[in-house]
């Protein structure tokens, strides 16, 4: 009789398996740019996206960490799932793969103006910062992340009304931005808007529910709106 050799399946794994096997060593060398470049040459993000779906943590996990590395604009809808994702591991990643590609989806001489005007940013150089900004998003008109850059630039240079507006812009082209909506509530509690405030709080943990921080300010105004409602 004929017996199926046990070792069958071994010898042609699964995708997701042989995913795993190819970039988990590299990526545990911490070789950010060869692996960057492993990805790109074998796994498109559409595939990546389904690898980041794996029932099997391991694989989503490193799926979420390929596309932080090189996945494009298209593997957004997919990470924002993965924000409402109980499992730290997994949210946490897919957070972190959103800020990666958000920073880099302008035009290159955009992400040029963009890694500048960071930099002033670190060095509390707000007005230079603004205006590197504001050069990265003329570069670029598509590109939110210059104009989320620039709010926080208003934002710590308590320029509120301007932040809120390139805010709301930011939101516009990119709806799944919570830190432009958290950026928006603050700048609102910051002017005693706590009703707006709460609603910008309020979008933004509707996106990515496990941020304590805006849920502490989300308690924060809502305690202030209580404070404030006369007695009866």
């Known amino acids: ?8 399946n071994n010898l042609n794994p699964s995708p997701e398996v042989e995913f795993l096997k190819l ?3 590299l990526m545990r060398r911490s070789c950010a740019h060869a692996a960057a470049e492993f990805i790109t ?3 498109p993000t559409a595939e990546l996206c389904t690898f980041a779906s794996s029932r099997d943590i391991e ?14 604009k298209s593997a957004i809808v997919k990470l924002q799932c993965l924000l409402r994702k109980p499992r730290p591991d997994i949210h946490r990643r897919a957070e972190n793969a959103l800020w990666s590609i958000w920073f880099r989806s302008g035009s290159p ?19 230079t910062a603004v205006n590197q900004f504001s050069l990265a998003f003329d570069a670029d008109p598509t590109f939110a992340e210059a104009l989320n850059q620039r709010a926080i630039a208003y934002y710590l240079s308590g320029r509120y009304r301007e932040a809120i507006d390139d805010c709301l812009r930011v939101v516009a082209l990119m709806p799944p931005h919570f830190g432009a909506l958290a950026g928006m509530g ?4 910051q002017q005693g808007q706590f009703q707006a405030a709460r609603s910008a709080y309020c979008r ?6 496990y941020m304590d921080g805006v849920r502490q300010s989300l308690s924060d105004v809502e305690a202030l709106i209580h ?3 006369p007695a009866a």
């Open 1 to 8: 009789m004929f017996e199926i050799d046990s070792n069958q």
């Open 23 to 25: 970039l988990s060593p």
């Open 41 to 43: 040459q074998h796994w």
């Open 59 to 72: 694989i989503s996990a490193l799926a979420i960490d390929a596309l932080a590395l090189c996945g494009d």
């Open 109 to 127: 001489q955009a992400v040029c103006h963009l890694k500048c005007g960071s930099k002033h940013l670190e060095h509390e150089n707000y007005l």
């Open 186 to 189: 603050h700048c609102h509690a």
């Open 204 to 209: 933004a943990l509707a996106i990515y529910p």
């Open 227 to 229: 404070r404030q409602k």
